[in-house]
């Protein structure tokens, strides 16, 4: 350890480019010579340093021949006010993050640091990894981090007149007033600081220079789009392809999103999703935040299911921080994890069916059994979407008195009840076969090249699952099965929803009657957390597919860096390739399909 | 067969249909069963977790029974017995809040020293986002969850920051919204109250009868007097604004805790308490200013 630890200072200090020596020892480094020029972080997730100009031929090694298949996260770190020891005699401000994983394998990730050069360019993964285009976008966004040879590098969730980079460090908010919380500015010494005082509407937008708001407007043709094919005057119609704006304010986009399609009569030429209309920089004030306030917060991201946030993060700052969770608080959290579940199942069928027409009847029976399941929530925890429950090292509360009888009866008798009767009613329509057989193709490799992940690759006949290829918290005792669909369509979407329900109630089962007693609460994460120096990346099988937290802590109060891999936004980057060639109606069905709740999407 | 799975999926949708209007041909009473009934036709109900068919809460006639563990907007606690607020003003809600949506004020005495209450406790209810971590971090059980979600006002300001007036509530009320937990902290409370009565016994028996404070009544009360003084409090907070409407600038202190039945004019009301808030706010910034200058 020690060496390494030698080797990662020496190198670090040098120059990547000059540096002569290759060290044989680090990995990878006899297949791409001069990759790996150190390593990062040895005491808690090693990652290692990689030279920028031999990013892409290390990928490319080791997509093809070490069977990291799967980008799972990119994203960035600024190290900029940094105060931990670690970063000493590293001159580069800029870290861009890559985390790898094999989906054939299973088991843990590969994390790949590139220290950004001078000019603020790195090359661009999206020649390896398709799955990088959001991603990149998105750092390009908020760190303005070029990438090299990337296709569409525009911001994606600011907008294009927006001045600077928000999640740099120096870059301060309109009416900034403290690097962290607590505020002391909102606290008696001084007197009151009144939000109504600080009109939003006054010098609350700046922009870059030479930018003028006024004569400035949206490039409507740009890359994906333009490029479509073009038929001009085919057959005897003179038909000419037109960009039509799904959205942003469309009922069947889920939310504020926008799909900017080409289309050719009712043919989809083209589609690119356009987001950020719910962006508040979650990560930057989760960065401002507590390690224990942000708890809350991501409740706000996938609003549907509070409890798998709260899953997520919890396990990312207990790894951190080394905070053991008590048997029944493992318990209370699967059984609360595989109740979102099914309540973001039933929710994500209602709704695809709502999409495909048949509006609010599938859609209302589905959540019937959803609002019963809310109640119980809402019992245990005081809310029924904001639930707030899980704490570093358990749960907040105990179950109430008669609260176990009622999850029993719902999981045993209701929930079963309702998906045969869903399968019944759905599944064998006509009208569903006929809309949703082939519609939205997009095979297994393409999906996973796209980072695509949760239901949507297991519907395309991939067997992945966190829980069966990594698995955390306690999803090793149990026995479940992981049902895939080989046709990779709507149809598929749909029904690998239901049979994933099934095998949740199946865990419920076993967890409530295997419930323990005993404590609910362990180890030291109260308010006053500050976790050891280090980075993590922790991901978790969330209803929507795989949600990541990547936290860096440099042993204060509050997170130096909290980056949340989303999977309804990540998951986007299938939408554009599955919904070309189809129509108009289809392509609601495909994004409803992905089933993205724009909370997360936008963050 | 073509069109089978259409017939079958009809025949879902009749089977809920038919198990809708069994319910309801039950009888009206029937759907009432457990229920909570207020003034006029207005009920407080609950969803039977054995429900077959879809039932549709009527709002705002009917309302749903809210677990005890509900949580909203934060209330603070006025202990009737001792007479005081239980806020020792030492500010660990405003830090843990993670919106960072509670002012407090400290009081201090005639001579500018400070003392462990509130001048001054106000609550962003807009900024609120009802996580509970100031109730979780409360080492005085002074502040609580209310369940009274029905806040909707014309504007933001400053009818949704809420001041210590509007805020606290009789501990009699907390009891009865809370009653399992009230209960669990009544018996911590007991517990150590005999542990300190019997190291107090075993100093000298001379202590013993001051050490003998009447404990507070372990309140449990029933859904229909929870209800009711669900109401109270409304009526209650009516009242107090009423009241602040008649004397602006007379500066907080005590809460009111008395009963009144009166209903708010909302035009004069949100000007009254502007005009109470911006004397509030000249009076904090004045005794800030005072507490300056005497280096305390």
């Known amino acids: ?21 290759i060290d044989s020892r680090l990995p990878y480094n006899n297949a791409i010579p001069g990759a790996v020029t150190g390593k990062w972080l040895t005491e808690t997730e090693t990652a290692l340093v ?74 661009s993964a999206t020649g390896v990894y398709p799955g990088a285009n959001l991603q990149e976008r998105e750092v390009y966004d908020l760190y303005g981090i070029k990438f090299a040879g990337h296709p569409n590098l ?45 009109l939003p509407w006054g010098k609350n937008t700046t922009y870059p220079a030479g930018w003028d708001p006024d004569s400035w407007q949206e490039p409507v043709t740009y890359v994906p789009v333009s490029q479509a094919p073009h038929h001009d005057a085919e057959g005897e119609l003179d038909t000419e392809s037109i960009v039509v704006n799904l959205g942003p304010h469309h009922p069947s986009t889920h939310g504020v999103f926008r799909m900017l399609t080409r289309i050719e009569g009712e043919t989809i030429l083209a589609l690119e999703p356009e987001m950020g209309y719910l962006h508040r920089n979650h990560e930057k004030i989760g960065e401002r935040n507590t390690w224990l306030m942000n708890m809350p917060f991501t409740d706000r991201l996938d609003y549907i299911n509070s409890m798998s946030n709260n899953f997520a993060y919890a396990l990312a700052v207990e790894k951190l921080a080394n905070i053991a969770v008590p048997e029944r608080a493992n318990y209370l959290r699967v059984i609360m994890a595989e109740l979102t579940r099914v309540v973001n199942h039933l929710w994500s069928i209602g709704f695809i069916l709502n999409d495909l027409g048949a509006l609010q009847t599938p859609a209302l029976y589905a959540i019937e059994e959803r609002e019963m399941i809310l109640d119980l929530f809402e019992e245990v925890s ?124 199946k865990i419920l089962r076993q967890a409530l009657k295997d419930l323990p007693n005993g404590e609910i609460m362990g180890g030291k994460g109260g308010y006053t957390l500050r976790p050891p120096e280090g980075e993590v990346y922790v991901r978790v ?17 509050n997170p130096y860096r909290y980056h949340v891999r989303a999977p309804s936004y990540i998951n986007l980057n299938a939408l ?18 992905i089933d993205i709740v724009l909370g997360e999407v936008d963050r | 067969m073509f069109g089978s799975g259409l017939l079958k999926g009809l025949g879902i949708t009749l089977k809920h249909a038919m198990d809708t209007f069994t319910d309801d041909r039950k009888g009206v009473p029937s759907r009432y069963v457990d229920s909570i009934k207020l003034d006029g036709q207005r009920r407080v109900m609950q969803q039977p977790i054995d429900q077959e068919g879809l039932l549709t809460i009527q709002y705002p006639e009917e309302k749903r029974l809210l677990p005890e563990r509900f949580r909203y907007i934060p209330m603070l606690i006025w202990d009737t017995a001792l007479g005081e607020d239980l806020c020792t003003a030492c500010g660990i809600c405003a830090k843990v809040c993670p919106p960072q949506c509670i002012w407090i004020v400290r009081d201090s005495d005639a001579a500018g020293k400070p003392v462990a209450r509130p001048a001054e406790f106000y609550i962003d209810a807009a900024v609120c986002m009802s996580c509970s971590f100031c109730v979780e971090f409360c080492p005085f059980d002074a502040i609580k969850m209310n369940h009274d979600y029905e806040l909707a006002v014309y504007d933001r300001y400053p009818q949704l920051v809420y001041d210590m007036e509007e805020l606290t509530v009789p501990v009699e009320y907390y009891a009865a919204l809370w009653p399992v937990q009230y209960a ?72 009111s805790v008395a009963v009144a039945t009166s209903t708010p004019s909302d035009g004069d009301d949100a000007d009254a308490k502007r005009a109470r808030l911006e004397e509030l706010k000249r009076k904090a910034a004045e005794k800030a200013k005072q507490r300056k200058d005497s280096g305390v």
């Open chain 1, 1 to 21: 350890m020690s060496e390494a630890i030698a080797v990662a200072e020496t190198v670090a200090t040098a120059p990547a480019v000059s540096a002569p020596t």
């Open chain 1, 50 to 123: 990689v030279a920028p100009d031999k990013l892409l031929a290390l990928l490319t090694h080791l997509r093809d021949q070490e069977g990291y298949d799967f980008l799972s996260n990119l994203t960035c770190t600024d190290y900029q006010a940094y105060k931990g020891k670690a970063r000493a005699g590293v001159a580069e401000r800029f870290d861009v993050v890559y985390h790898l994983y094999s989906t054939k394998k299973g088991g843990g990730h590969l994390s790949l640091h590139v220290r950004v050069p001078k000019n603020d360019t790195v090359p």
């Open chain 1, 154 to 198: 525009r911001r994606i969730l600011l907008w294009e007149g927006f001045n600077g980079h928000p999640m740099r460090k120096d870059w301060k908010e309109a009416y900034f007033e403290e690097e962290v919380k607590p505020f002391k500015s909102r606290h008696p010494n001084g007197g009151y600081v009144w939000h109504e005082d600080k």
């Open chain 1, 382 to 505: 005081g809310a029924r979407l904001m639930c707030n429950y899980l704490r570093f090292g358990g749960v907040v509360r105990d179950l109430p008195e008669g609260w176990q009888k009622k999850a029993d009866y719902v999981v045993h008798e209701r929930l079963p009840r309702v998906l045969d009767e869903l399968d019944r009613m759905l599944s064998g329509n006509e009208i569903v076969k006929a809309r949703g057989r082939g519609v939205g193709y997009l095979p297994a490799k393409d999906l996973i090249a796209l980072s695509v992940s949760g239901p949507m690759i297991r519907a395309a006949g991939v067997a992945y699952d966190i829980r069966r290829a990594e698995p955390y918290s306690i999803y090793d005792r149990f026995d479940f099965d992981i049902p895939t669909l080989p046709n990779s369509d709507i149809y598929d979407r749909y029904y690998i929803r239901l049979l994933e329900a099934r095998e949740s109630v």
């Open chain 1, 541 to 557: 099988e969330a209803p929507k597919g795989e949600l990541g937290f990547y936290l860096v802590s440099d042993a204060k109060p």
């Open chain 1, 576 to 593: 554009g390739p599955m919904s070309v060639g189809y129509k108009i109606a289809d392509a609601i069905v495909i994004l409803g399909a």
């Open chain 2, 184 to 255: 669990a902290e009544e018996e911590v409370r007991r517990k150590t109250k005999e542990a300190d009565r019997a190291k107090e016994e075993a100093k000298a028996l001379a202590a013993a009868d001051r050490a003998n404070v009447a404990t507070a009544e372990k309140a449990v009360r029933s859904p229909e007097e929870l209800q009711a003084l669900k109401e109270q409090a409304a009526a209650r907070a009516a009242a107090a604004k009423e009241k602040v409407g008649a004397s602006a600038g007379n500066g907080s202190g005590t809460a």
